[in-house]
Every structure is written in C-alpha cells, then in structure tokens.
C-alpha cells in the first residue's frame, strides 16, 4: 500500500535559521510530488511540484526551495527563514487511477512556527 | 487555470440542522473533484471524491456531493449534522493532464453547536 512520511512534526525555528523539511513516499514510483502550505486562516496553497528526479516547479515567488534528490523522496527548504514562512506544510502525492484519473494523497503534515 | 471558490467562510448551526456547502470551481477541461475535512488538531482526510458516473456522490460520515456541471458547483450537504462534525472543510479540484496537482478552496469553517 502507498504510505507518505513528513517528518518532523513540528518546528520551531528562529527567523533568520535554515530550514529542512523532509517527505518520502512508499509504495509506487514515479509519483507526482507537490508542496502545500496551509497559513494560518487561510487556504492551502501549492508551493512545488515535481514530476521527476530534479524537476521541480515553483507556483508562487518566495523565501523557499524544493529539491528532488531520489524519486521518492521531496524536500522543502530554506536558507534563512521569515516570520511569514510559519505555517502548515503538506506534502502530497498523487497517482493515476486504473481509469486514468487523479488521485491525491497527502502526508500528516509539519507545523512550522517561526519566532 | 484551474480556481475554486468556496463562498461561506464560516457556518455555525445548531446539532441536526441540514448542512450544504458550495463550491464552485472555473477549469474548461475534464476535472476531478474532492471534499477534504480538517478536524482540529488533524491532518486532511478525503471525505469523498468525484471522478465520473454518477453526479451525486456518497462519502464517509453521511456526507454527499453533487456535481452539477452546467454550474460547475460540486456543493457538500448532510441532512443532520453533529457536534463533531465541527472542522474545516475544503473543496478541491484537480485535472488528469499536466501538473495533475490540486487546487483548493479557501475553505469553510464548520462549527456544531450542541
């Protein structure tokens, strides 16, 4: 079965700090792999994605990066970190039906406060 | 592109009241629909989904969808509603071409008052 992993959990950063956040999946290959970011009382927002080793997409200007080392591991990260990066970080992934359709699937999710 | 537009921000009704939540949703093409709920304190869980077939789609929980195409809407009802339905719920819509990643509502804030 397909499994997603995030780690960690939480973070608590201060601004200014690098940031590392780690997702890998199981259970297929050559996924879809996308970055979301959940702001407090918002939406969630696609920051990345990537349809293959060291392709990565970015869908909004910002203060992060995204790299695709392996093709089932995703990593979204920073150099130096602002207030405004605190949030919610998904990774999801999506996979083809046997009919052909989309199907997204997400990890737990990293809450990221920055201070 | 792809958007979707979730218009109540946030409802407050009372346990066993009827619930509906629209979504509208703007792509030319053939999509894919969902509706995620967010408990407090919980990750995304998929709710129920469309792909084809049938317009009126069950999920877990007792909740419905149904998708009207004419008004690309794919509104979110339960007939009685329960305190713990308390989350936030979020439409969001996908295509099987390109990108093949979702797009979101803003979401709904669903609050059940016993």
């Known amino acids: 079965s397909q499994t997603i992993h995030q780690w960690p959990a939480t973070l608590v950063q201060p601004v200014g700090s690098p940031l590392s956040l780690e997702c890998t999946v199981e259970?297929?290959?050559?996924?879809?792999l996308y970055w979301y970011r959940q702001a407090a009382g918002r939406g969630l927002q696609l920051l990345f994605y990537?349809?293959?080793?060291?392709?990565i997409s970015s869908e909004v200007p910002q203060n992060l990066s995204a790299s695709r080392p392996q093709d089932r591991q995703f990593i979204l990260s920073s150099k130096k970190l602002l207030l405004s990066d605190s949030g919610f970080y998904l990774c999801?992934?999506?996979?083809?039906?046997?009919?052909?359709?989309?199907?997204?699937?997400f990890g737990p999710g990293t809450r990221l406060t920055v201070t | 592109a792809q958007s979707v537009s979730q218009h109540n921000h946030h409802v407050i009704l009372s346990e066993a009241a009827s619930l509906e939540l629209g979504c509208n949703y703007s792509?030319?093409?053939?999509?894919?629909l969902f509706w995620y709920v967010q408990y407090p304190g919980q990750h995304l869980q998929l709710l129920l989904k469309?792909?084809?077939?049938?317009?009126l789609v069950k999920g877990i929980k007792g909740f419905e969808a149904e998708f009207i195409k004419s008004k690309f809407s794919f509104n979110l009802r339960k007939p009685s509603v329960q305190w713990s339905d308390t989350a936030e719920y979020f439409c969001?819509?996908?295509?099987?071409?390109?990108?093949?990643?979702?797009?979101f509502g803003s979401g709904t804030r669903l609050q059940v008052q016993p």
């Open positions: 999801a992934w999506s996979v083809r039906t046997s009919g052909g359709r989309t199907l997204p699937y």
């Open positions: 259970g297929t290959s050559n996924p879809n």
């Open positions: 990537s349809v293959g080793i060291g392709q």
């Open positions: 792509y030319g093409g053939t999509v894919n």
């Open positions: 469309y792909f084809s077939g049938d317009p």
């Open positions: 969001a819509v996908t295509s099987d071409t390109g990108r093949r990643a979702l797009t």
